[in-house]
T-cell receptor, first 111, second 113 residues
Framework: AQRVTQPEKLLSVFKGAPVELKCNYS??????LFWYVQYSRQRLQLLLR??SRESIKGFTADLNKGETSFHLKKPFAQEEDSAMYYC?????????????FGSGTQLTVLP | EAGVAQSPRYKIIEKRQSVAFWCNPI?????LYWYQQILGQGPKLLIQ????????DSQLPKDRFSAERLKGVDSTLKIQPAKLEDSAVYLC???????????FGPGTRLTVL
């Protein structure tokens, strides 16, 4: 069965400092990984997907199959990055595409 | 475009009562999901519909939870009877058929006393 682990429930950094949110997964197939974000009083929304290899709001994430990790990184954190971040693994079973979420990391960027 | 709509936003009930949640997905989204998010945890999938058919309900506690999606658009999730451990936020999400991006509603926060 698939599993997503985010080891840090809380993470605080100062504005301008680098930030890395850790995500490890367990899955026997070919993984598709995502980062979702929930800002205060807003809906859960997609931040980025590994397959796009894109940078969104300065965030990047690289899939490391050897270490089964998909850590989210940003070189210079901003106060508006403060939010709850969820790593998610997408799997397909028959006609169903499903997301398995980690337990989330609350990022606080201090002024 | 309008996002996923859910109602009510908050609900407080006593244990053993019943409760229902409603979800209206984004127009044209064939796939609809219901998630349960307990405090301190990530969302957990309860049930997934494609149009008006169930494609996965393996994690739905079927002795007390039920869901339907009549006409392949709106959906309702019901709990009967509720238990204390059902206190959670219930999220509805939708996606295009085969799409990898899910769009979430604001959620319904359920408190069972």
């Amino acid at each position: 069965a698939q599993r997503v682990t985010q080891p840090e429930k809380l993470l605080s950094v100062f504005k301008g400092a680098p930030v890395e949110l850790k995500c490890n997964y367990s899955y026997s197939g070919s993984p598709e990984l995502f980062w979702y974000v929930q800002y205060s009083r807003q809906r859960l929304q997609l931040l980025l997907r590994h397959i796009s290899r894109e940078s969104i709001k300065g965030f990047t994430a690289d899939l490391n199959k050897g270490e089964t990790s998909f850590h989210l990184k940003k070189p210079f954190a901003q106060e508006e990055d403060s939010a709850m971040y969820y790593c998610a693994l997408s799997t397909v079973s028959g006609s169903a595409r499903q997301l398995t979420f980690g337990s989330g990391t609350q990022l606080t960027v201090l002024p | 475009e309008a996002g996923v709509a859910q109602s009510p936003r908050y609900k407080i009930i006593e244990k053993r009562q019943s409760v229902a949640f409603w979800c209206n997905p984004i127009s044209g989204h064939a796939t609809l999901y219901w998630y349960q998010q307990i405090l301190g945890q990530g969302p957990k999938l309860l049930i997934q519909f494609q149009n008006n058919g169930v494609v996965d309900d393996s994690q739905l506690p079927k002795d007390r939870f039920s869901a339907e999606r009549l006409k392949g658009v709106d959906s309702t999730l019901k709990i009967q009877p509720a238990k204390l451990e059902d206190s959670a936020v219930y999220l509805c999400a939708s996606s295009l058929l085969g799409g990898d991006t899910q769009y979430f509603g604001p959620g319904t926060r359920l408190t069972v006393l």
